[in-house]
């Protein structure tokens, strides 16, 4: 049996709450693929490849494809590692958000605040799906440039507070 490097371990974790946080903020610049029903509200469906990078003292660098489906209220979000597989699973609903990555579940009463204990730092989830729907709502501290989104490529940009992300999403035609 093969021993398990608890440092690489850890980094893997790491590694997938950042690529949840990046999917968040990379979606939220996605064209949507397709519109449905979902209780009784509109819900879309995007998917595609994104990539983050945060200028923290690690320099992080995380990329993934995804799929996201739902509304901010309620909704689900599939990252994939390259070969294909699930690397985590994101759902939330009115009252609760859970992530489960690699065996582990982390869990809050909502989406803005699992989010925000994943990456330490709020993200705009609302704004991100106005943007996805081509609406640049302005968020204070971030850019969103849906300036390309017709060719399915966007960039969003938190350039406060610290530390700067730049993120980039491409879509699936």
Sequence with gaps: MKAVNPVAAARTGLAAWGLAAAVLLLAGCAAP??????????????????ALQVQDDARQSFSAAFELRGRPEAGELRLFNPLGGTAGVLTWSPGRAVLETGGQTRQAASLEELVAQATGSPIPVTAL?????????????WKADLEQLAQG???????????????RVVLDR
Excluded: E, K, Y
């Excluded at 799906?129 to 501290?141: K, M, N, Q, Y």
């Excluded at 966007?154 to 507070?161: D, T, Y």
């Design 33 to 50: 693929l397709r519109q449905g029903a979902q209780d009784g509200a509109t819900a879309s469906s995007w998917s595609g490849r994104l």
């Design 129 to 141: 799906f106005d943007w996805l729907a081509g609406i640049d709502t302005p968020v204070p501290g």
């Design 153 to 167: 490529r966007i960039r969003a940009q938190r350039l406060a507070p610290p530390p700067l992300a730049d993120l």
